[in-house]
């Protein structure tokens, strides 16, 4: 009994980096014609994976995952249980919601000893959620790359900036989108974008 | 701000990048058989031209490759970039290295 107690709350006890911020995340939400929301999604799983496109290692991770590896920048691929973002000709990162200890094994495994990495990094970011009409407007504040559909399709993910911060942009829908941030700039992305989302309150 | 257009990303703005120095330069054949000032000169000397120059440039905030650029050291107007490993446009080959290519300035 006592070891269960000791063993089983473990992950309960985890804490994700923005979740000092939750209530006020809440709170700076706008309803109406300007309308931004913004949330932290704890502990999404993400498994960095490197491996050369086009060898047998690529071709038994791609089997596993159950898509292609994605071509080009931009690009990801939608797989079984998981969405493999592109974040160089090699590189590759798989999101999920799986356990990230069996979703790394996996995936270790159809590597194999082939060169290449396969390395559980949930830790390294999370993952905030930005929607709404004037979700574009706040991200504009502060992101070099242009967010105009033409430009950024949805579905579509970028390694990019936001305000001094590097990021991971994924355009989710039309007007949803998910940032990762490293976890030690979590804070101070989550308070950036609350700032960046304050104007819309005012609006008519 | 300029843009530079990584072989992999594309267009993105130079704060996304870090320099790597003079392209192409090779690393000795057998760098025991070389004298101190030869060893020097590898490590320590570079091309510092007026116009053309081929250099070296990673994407730190994009893809994290390296790549190469051929920059007009004048205007700052970069005319090719290629990747590691593929051989240099002759633009530059057809032309001295210092030279500026015609319109380069603006
Ligand atoms: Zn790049």
Not at chain 2, 14 to 30: L, M, R, S, W
Not at chain 2, 45 to 70: D, M, Q, T
């Amino acid at each position: 009994m006592a070891e269960q107690t000791l063993i089983a709350p473990i992950t309960e006890l985890r804490r994700s980096p923005a979740a000092h911020l939750a209530a006020e995340f809440a709170a700076a939400e706008v309803a109406g014609p300007y309308s931004v929301a913004l949330r932290e999604v704890p502990f999404q799983t993400m498994v960095g994976l490197r491996v050369a496109p086009g060898t047998d290692a690529a071709r038994r991770v791609e089997e596993r995952l159950g898509t292609a590896l994605p071509a080009r920048c931009g690009e990801v691929a939608q797989g079984a249980d998981s969405s493999v973002l592109w974040l160089g000709p090699d590189e590759f990162l798989a999101v999920s919601s799986a356990d990230p200890a069996h979703a790394t094994a996996h995936l270790v495994e159809a590597l194999g000893g082939d060169p290449g990495s396969v390395v559980d990094l949930s830790a390294n970011r999370t993952t905030f959620e930005l929607k709404g009409t004037a979700a574009r407007d706040v991200l504009e504040k502060g992101c070099p790359l242009g967010l105009h559909p033409r430009a950024f399709a949805v579905g579509s993910a970028y390694a990019t900036q936001l305000g001094p911060v590097p990021i991971l942009l994924w355009k989710t829908g039309s007007d949803s989108w998910e940032i990762f941030p490293r976890a030690s700039f979590a804070d101070y992305l989550g308070r950036w974008l609350l700032d960046a989302m304050r104007e819309f309150h005012a609006a008519p | 701000m300029i843009l530079i257009s990584c072989p992999n990303c594309g267009p993105r703005d130079e704060t996304e990048f870090h320099y790597g120095g003079q392209a192409h330069v090779a690393y000795p054949e057998d760098p025991y058989a070389l004298t101190d000032e030869e060893w020097g000169r590898y490590l320590f000397y570079r091309e510092n031209p007026k116009g053309l120059f081929a250099e070296r440039w990673v994407h730190s905030g994009g893809c994290r490759k390296w790549f190469n650029a051929i920059r007009d050291t004048t205007t700052y107007r970069i005319a090719a970039v290629y990747r590691m490993g593929e051989t240099q446009p002759s633009l530059v080959s057809g032309e001295k290295t210092g030279e500026k290519i015609a319109g380069g300035a603006k």
